[in-house]
């Protein structure tokens, strides 16, 4: 069973700025546990939603083991709304009660509780791999795929779809992934260049691969959790990169005010620099 989360935003643009001065404001959250969630549920809200704004309307979902993080913006090109833009608003809100009503529990739904995916994910040293996919989708099946045939195992830490309708239609994937045992398997990044360069070829570049040393890993994200105040089980990882002698990494805490924490750090994990950013 799974977790879903469902945040419903209103994005309205000043096409007639010359900036395209944009405002962000929330209209609904949803936080339903022991649900079964599929891609079929995930389609099947996309479509509810669509149907009911018609274009104009950005769909993007994190999966975090079985946690589902759902963000839906609703894209109006005034800052000043018509009736019409209320009743629009007002119709998929509707769509959206009535969609998580039917997968609400009979029993009273709990809120889903903090998790220790990462904890229990970097457990030993390893790689994280990222790889990304502009206007498109297919890159983590295709990488898992690669994986998965050189007997490489491996565990998901994130998986990232974000579908835009409006005009010409697009989106993007990405997904994060971490190779354990790399030391006592011999799995070394020239392996996986190797590896990657002769499946994906020039398209290498929207993969990288980092070494991460899990102990000052964990020990680094309960220091950011502790100067953020927040819990530390709660920082999602985004990503994780070597940029010459210093380590950046960014986390996201999901929920109705999304927060990223991006922090720069030396090659020993010391906090260098810390930003973060609420939306």
Known sequence: MSNLFFGLYLEKMDWNSDDYKTEVTHLKAFEIADVLVTEKTINDLHIEIIQAKGDWLNFNTNVVEENYYIQTNL???????????????????GKCESFFQVLKRLDAATRPSNFELLDKILDEDGFVIKAHEGGGWGVAED????LSSQNMSFKTIR????????GASGGFEEILLFIGGAASSGITWDILKGLFTNRFGIELENIKATFVDSMRFKQLRRNIADRI???????????????ESEIICEFKIYGIIEKTITVLCDSEYQIKELKLERK
Request: net charge negative.
């Open 75 to 93: 894209i109006f090109h005034s800052m000043d709304l018509s009736e019409e833009d209320e009743q629009i608003i007002n119709k998929v809100i």
């Open 143 to 146: 990488l898992t795929q690669l």
């Open 159 to 166: 998986h990232q779809k974000s579908r835009f309708d409006g």
């Open 229 to 243: 105040v927040e819990d530390h089980k709660d920082l999602i990882l985004i990503d994780f990169y070597n940029q």
